[in-house]
């Protein structure tokens, strides 16, 4: 017998799954439809890098305005070479701002800002 049954709960009263992802954006989600963002927030942006390692800028913009990047790497796992220099100038970018940079897996990449820092498994 399901539970609700037990305790006299009628059918359509039972809970219905929710998609938890959605529910959570749309918490965040202003009248136009709009994710709204503050300046005096910081933010954790998933980002994924194009296929062709264009989209540096945009990663780039997001550390300067003090968010942090979880960078999706997978679609430029094809190209091992192009993976590794994507990597080395994201690397010379956090340095360069005073932020930093760790992996987080062999597809995601933890980008910081000025300002903080990532503790490495080995450093501790």
Excluded at 79 to 85: E, H, P, S, T
Aim: charged share 40%.
């Amino acid at each position: 017998m399901p539970f609700g049954k037990l305790f006299g709960r009628r059918d359509e009263e039972e809970e219905v799954e929710i998609d938890i992802e959605e529910y959570l954006t749309e918490l965040s989600i202003g009248k136009e439809g709009k994710i709204i963002e503050r300046e005096d927030i910081t933010y954790v942006k998933p980002i994924d890098i194009d296929k062709d390692g264009k989209n540096i800028d945009e990663i780039v913009n997001e550390l300067k305005k003090n968010n942090i990047v979880v960078l999706n790497v997978s679609s430029a796992m094809h190209d091992k070479i192009m993976l590794r220099n994507i990597i080395k100038k994201l690397r010379d970018i956090c340095i360069e701002m005073d932020g930093d940079i760790g992996r987080i897996s062999n597809e995601k990449i933890l980008l910081v800002p000025a300002g903080m820092r990532i503790i490495h498994r080995g450093a501790r």
